[in-house]
Every structure is written in C-alpha cells, then in structure tokens.
C-alpha cells in the first residue's frame, strides 16, 4: 500500500539522526577508550588497552564499581519491596480509587529529580527537618551524622527515585492478568494467599524484572545523588567519570569506564529480557 | 472479581493499605516538606516550621539569573519538542510500515538513550561535538534532548498508529489523494492525542532534563543546571520557592497529560511505553 | 409468600424431580447491582445427579445466577443451602462446587496437567493419588496425549476439555457450566453436546449449565429452568417445557409456536374464525399452539378447520414452514413434510388439544 518513497521518506531522516546522534557518539566513546591523554593534555590517537588495564588494576576503580553496583542492588531491592505490594494494593484491591492512586504514584515521577533529591538533602541535614524533629521529640540528644553524606543518603534517596520506575511495569503486568484466572483459582479451593503465590506471582514476573532492571541499571549510573549526598564514602563510579571529564582531565580512561558500564548495563538488559520472554505466558 | 474488591475487613488488606500508605508518605515526604519550608521564615532546616512569609518567592521573582535560566529552558524545551516531533513521527510510521535492514538494531537504538544512564548519552556526544568543534551551547543541549526524547514520540505515536484504521488511509488514497495529502488529512487527525500527549510528555522531560545537560552545557544554563549550580555552593531558601514552583507545574502537566491518555485510550494502559518514556538521571 | 422455612414455590414451576434428593436449595435470590434488578427472587432446587440448564437471553440474569452459586457474587438477599449446610456465607474455595468458565480460565503459565492438578495440589492430597486422579480427568476427556502441552498450544476446544477435566478432578457435589460451548463452531459444538451428557451421566455429579440456546438446552437437560429478566418463568423438563409451556413467553423462547388471541364465552374458544370447546372460564385466553400440530387437511379427525392462502413457503431441509393467510386476517405458521409442493389454497387443521392455554408474560423494569 505504501510507495517506495513514502517508505523511503518517513525511514531516512530519523535512521539519518539516530546514526549521527547515537550511534556515531557510542562509536567515538569506543575509540576513545583505547586512546590516551598525553602529559600536555591533548588527545593521543594510539591504540592501546592501558585504559583497560588501569581500570582492572586500580583498585579505586574497580572498588568503586563494586560499591556503585552494591548500592544499585540495594535500591533495586528497596524498591520492589515498597513498589510490589503497592502495585497489588493499586490492582487488586482498590476498586474505584484506583485511577486516583495511581495518578498519585506518577507524579512524584514526574517531579524534577533534582528537586527530590534536594528535598532529601534538607530533610536529612544537619540541621535538617528529620534531625531536628527527633530532637524536638527527645528521641535523639544530637544530630544523626550518618543520615547525610554517606551510602545510607545515596541508598534512601535513590529508592525514593525508582519507587514509582519498578511500580510502573509491575502495575502493568498485574493489570494484565485476566481475573478470571482468580477466580478460577478461588473455586479450585486455593485460598487468596495461595492464589498470590501460584497464579498472581508467577504471572507477574516479566513486570518484576523489567522494574527491577530499571532501578539498577539507572542506579549504577547515577551522578547527581551521590554528589549532592553521597559524601566521600558515596562516591559512585559515574562520580570518578565525571571528574577525569572534568578536572582530572582524563577522556580515554573517562570514556573507558563508560564503557565498562555501557557493558555491564547493556549485558544485563539482554539478561532481562531473555528471562522476560521466558516468563511471559500470553 | 468483585468478591476481592470488597473484602476489605481481614487482615490481608489491611496490612496491604497500611503498606501502601506507607509508600505513600515516603514519596510525598520530602516534597511537602520543601513546600513547607519554602514559607519559613528560618529557611531551611529547623523544627517546626515558623514565621511564614512569602519572601523566598519574592527573592525568587527578582532573581534575574534564574529567569534567564527559565527562558533558555523553555527555549531548549520547545526546539527539543519539535525536534523530537519531527524525527519520532516518521520514525514511528517507518517502523510500522516500511522494512529495512537493520530495522531490530534501530529499534533497540531509539529506545536506549531512555533505558542508559544519562551520562552514558551525554558523554558520547559531548565527544561527537568535541570531534566537530561545535561548543557546548544550547544548541548542544537541544541535541541531546531531542535524541533522548525521539523514542518518547516514537512510541506513543507507533501505539495510536496500532489503534488507527489503515482502511481510512487506503480510502483516501483510493479517492485520489497523493500520500503527503493523506497524511495531513487523514493519518495526523487520527494521532492528534498521542501526538499531543507525546509533546506533553517531552516538554516536561526536557524542562526537568539534567543528566545528559550537565555535560553539554555552556555559557547558558538551563533552569535544573542554574540550580544544580547553587546548590553546589550552599542551601538557599529560594531553592525551595523555586522548587515548590516546578512541583506545581509538573503536577499540572502530568495530571493532564494523563486525562489525555485516558481520553485517547480509554484507560492508561500502562505498556512498556510509559515506562521506556521515564527520565533517566 | 413463603414460610420461613420452605422454599417459594412460583407458580409457574411445575413437575419436580421427586424422586432424587435435593442437593442445592436455592431460597429467594435477589441480586440488584446500583439500580439495577438482575435477579428478583428466584427459588430452585437443583436434584443430586441432575443435568440442570438455566436458560435465558442475555441479561436475564443467568450467569449472575450460576456467579452466587460459585461464590464469585453475593447475593443480596435470600439464601443458598446445600445439605444441613448455609452455603452463601462460604467463599468459593470452601465451596464443593467448581465451575468451568465462559472463557475456560485455564492458566498460561502451568501445563495441561498442571492445571488439571491445581486444585488437588492446593488441597495437599499426596503426589501418588494426585498423578492417578489426573491421568483418569485427561483420559476421560481425551487429553492425555496433550498434558506436557501449555494452553497457548492447543486449541479451543481442547482447552475446554481441559477446563471440564480441571474441575471434575476435585469430585465437587456440584458442576457449573457457563455457557462453555459457546465459542465453539457448530459442529463441534454438537458433538460436545453429546459428549457432555454421557460424561454427566458418567461421573453422576449434578451439573448446572447456563446456556442461551434453546435447541442445546433441550438436547442435554434433565430439567429446564427458563429465566426471564430475573424471574423464573417455568421449571420442567424439555417435553414438558415445549408441550406444556406456561407463559407466552415460555412458549416463543422454546422451537416455534403460534401465539392465538381468543375470548372464552359459555365454554366456547373463539379466535378469529376458529372455535372449539373449552373448559376455561369466560374471559379473554391466549393460545400457543405448535406449527408441528397444523396440519395439510386429510383424514379429518381434528376438529377444527380453517381455509387460507399461502403467503411464505420456506424450505428447511427435512420439513417445511408455511406462512398461511386465514380469513379474518389471522396468520398461522404451519410445518409439514417436504415434498408437498408447491401449495396455494390450503385447507387446514388441528386438533382443539393440541392448542395450550398460556399465560401473558407482562413486561418486567
């Protein structure tokens, strides 16, 4: 039905921006990484893996890496525990309200990042509203040091971020399932408890993954948080690609541990969505 | 299953909607406290709250720099719009309609700047400008932008194009209009509301964009940057006015870029799309 | 209306199966959703081993019926009783009844065998009865071949048999069917049909089926329970349902009839230029009579006679349906063998018995 041309007009400018804009970059950043910086701070066009090498034996890199996917892990963890029984409160249970709720799970979304994170920033803070609060309260005789400016800060802050990421498809594979198939389940005489575990779960799983998948893979990249709260012993290892883009000066080596993560994230989006397929039954 | 709905009176639910009310305050927490505070008279930090005033707002509008920050937003948001507009639509109806090779890898492409940590899109084009000499600017920024957010276009408009009667397209053209006739007449009516919702959807990501903005900036600051930027260098209570700003605004976007959806889809069918259209840090 | 204690008994309920037991009591249902009166005080008791069908058109409440029964809706008011037991206030998995759904439920993620074990699993019977009462549910509907199979990979009937074997692995005292043929091509709907009711009489459960179509509902039916905007209009058997039906509505629902309009006066019938003797009271009478019972004049031991002019022949296959002009305007539908012809002027006649007298069914809000 359609003409070559057309085909060929709605297919060429946007393949033609998608190779200059994304692939092309993607391609230099490779380069890049087997370049290096010579001591008058230009780019040295050698090929070479000392970048890689530094990478593996430096142990504040790899070190770093480490602790970034640890906290990524852990806000991955974090938020599917808050995320998962929201999302089944939200479909399963409530009724008329549900189109409101779930409007109120987007909008924090939505909320500049920034924003969030700043909000987080004052409120755990020295002088911030949580310490003073418990103080008020008599709950605490000072200030709590570890609430700002360490992995805790990072962790809180950025599950607060994904929360609303790892709702979104978990709400979407629940609102999928057909609910015939509870109550199918129901009049097989499983109670409600053991319909969640052999029906509603299993059915849920590509939402769980696909969820879970966001919140580490955008944890692991984060630069903001850990700079805004994360102190020195929150550094994440976007932190460390910033500065050798900044003042240390470092593009090759900058660029090769971009890709190492470009790496490790696209390897584990592969692995999700092979596990999504594999547990995806309609 | 109206059965589940309505029992609500064991322990299950219960416990249910106390959990969920827990989420609930720990997502507003910091944000009500940020418009609490922006009335403060202390400014930040200190409880309770005291001395309401409205003077972090009236610092805030005289504040010149943060306006031309605003303006350089806008200006970045609405060419990233129409940019991403321009690109995504065909991109859409190439995908839908048109097979070529490579078609799966530019799929995949489109949709990664969403998925990647933004400093992974932001850095590799900060080297693609380095390599043509092109200084960071807001046109840099407007780039990157609009290759972010193409796929948010891509995939709202490939979702109404799923929902569109190609019979409609056929009998326009059967009744003699040329394709270019038709699209206007016939295909862009037809996706009025995802094309709307998609441009909503865009403005707002790019107003709030600052991952991939930090490493193609200027001389100019877009408004997050400008913020970013004097947070960096100390807490001011203006931060908050400025921030309980942007919440409202956001609230409004979203609450109508949702009756939207609703209007186009009956309900919001909460895909894939939505989630691959979240902002990256 | 009703004790306390007895059911009520509508009068338009007529023989009983006396001789089995009653298994389910059901005692003055109501269910209204808002405003909306989708049952209004419906009664029934359904016999142990019985083939039940709950037939209706669309929104007269029979699915909402068949949902209370199962537990997936409450009623609003009335009570269900199965034995000594109240079953209304158990939730559906207490309940020793199963339902095979409209759209078979079978679950995606499980296996045909896992999903014909399912309820016995949740039930923690041990591994050895589980995989003996599975294999005997998959050979009786004749999906063994199929078990390691996922439900995506068979088709949709296969997939119902699945879901009648998933239901009657776990023997419940009681077998809903919601209208599980529907989805089916005829073909393979009739053959289910038969298949249906010799595993009914097989397994010797008590089923309820819910069906719209009339011709299914006779076929496979001990009893009918014809349900008409909430209400029962008439409980009996298919004969008696097609030969005795109570209402007019009973007697359209079921195959085809003429509706007669006639006035009683001193033990006379009189429709249009028709007449023959009656015991019913003066007063006006309605008539159902069956287009099998018209007859093409012969021998003449019927008693009433009428000439008319034929306006429709429609050939359908073993018989035909002709459409007759009678004087005064009255329009009869007649059916005969194939093979008379092609008539004109017809001479017509029935026998007074043949012509029921049925009651008005007024409109329900």
Known sequence: MFSRAYKTVVTVPPLAWVTLFLLLPYLLMFCYSFWSVSPQQTIVHSWNLDNYKELLQKTVYWQTLLRSMWIAARVMLFSLLLGYPLAYFLSFYAGRRKDLLYQMVIIPLWVSYLVRAYAWKTTLGYDGVFNTLLQYVHLTSHPLNFLLYSPFAVVLTLTHIYTPFTFLPIYAALEHIPRNLVEASHDLGATPAQTFWKVIFPLSIPGVLAGATFAFVLSLGDFLAPQLLGGPSGIMISNIVVSLFGAAYNWPLGAAISLAMLVIVVGLLILSERLEKKWSFS | MSGEATANNNPRSRGLLL????????????????????????????????????DWYRILFADDAIWDSVFNSLKVAFAAMASALIFGVPAALALDRAQFPGKAAFRRLVLLPLILPGIITGLSLLMLFNLGNIKP???????????????????????GLQKLDRAQEEASLDLGATYWQTFWAITVPNL?????????????????????????????????????GRLRR??????????TIIFMFSLVTIVLWYRLRIRAEGSVDVGTELTEATPSS | MASPTTPAVSPAQSAQSAAKPTLLSIRNVAKTFGRNAVLRNVSLEIAEGEFLTILGESGSGKTTLLRIVAGFESASSGELWMGPDRLDHQPPYRRR????????????????????????????????????????????????????????????????????????????????????????????????????????????????FVTHDQEEAMVMSDRIALLRSGELEQVATPREIYNR??????????????LLKAEVKDGVVQCASLSWATSLPDGPALFSLRPEHIRLAGSGTSNVRVHGRVLQQAFHGATELIRVECSDGLVLVVRTASGSGTLNQVELEFSASDAVAVRESPERI
């Open chain 2, 19 to 54: 959990h969920a009310a827990a989420v609930f305050a720990f997502l507003y927490l910091p944000i009500v406290v940020l418009i609490l505070y922006s009335f403060n008279g202390q400014g930040v930090g200190g409880f309770p709250p005291h001395n309401l005033t409205l």
């Open chain 2, 137 to 159: 600017s807001l046109l840099t920024i407007t780039l990157g932008h609009g290759t972010a957010l193409i796929s948010v276009a891509t995939t709202e408009v490939f979702a």
């Open chain 2, 192 to 228: 009025k509301l995802p094309i709307i919702g998609a441009a909503l959807l865009i403005f707002t990501l790019s107003m709030d964009e600052i991952a991939v903005s930090f490493f193609l900036i200027g001389r100019d600051n877009t408004l997050p940057l400008e913020i970013w």
């Open chain 2, 234 to 243: 100390g807490i001011t209570p203006e931060i908050n006015a400025v921030s």
């Open chain 3, 97 to 208: 009844v199963n339902t095979v759904f409209q759209s078979y439920a079978l679950f995606p993620h499980l296996t045909v065998e896992e999903n014909v074990a399912y309820g016995l699993r949740v039930a923690k019977r041990p591994g050895a009865e589980i995989t003996q009462r599975v294999s005997e549910a998959l050979d009786k509907v004749k999906m063994t071949v199929h078990a390691t199979k996922k439900p995506s990979k068979i088709s949709g009937g296969q997939q119902q048999r699945v879901a009648l074997a998933r239901a009657l692995v776990n023997r419940p005292r009681l077998l809903l069917l919601d209208e599980p043929l529907s989805a089916l091509d005829a073909n393979l709907r009739r053959q289910m049909q038969v298949e249906l009711k010799s595993l009914q009489r097989e397994v010797g459960i008590a089923f309820v």
């Open chain 3, 245 to 258: 039906p109570a209402t007019a509505y009973v007697a359209q629902f079921i195959g085809h009839t003429n």
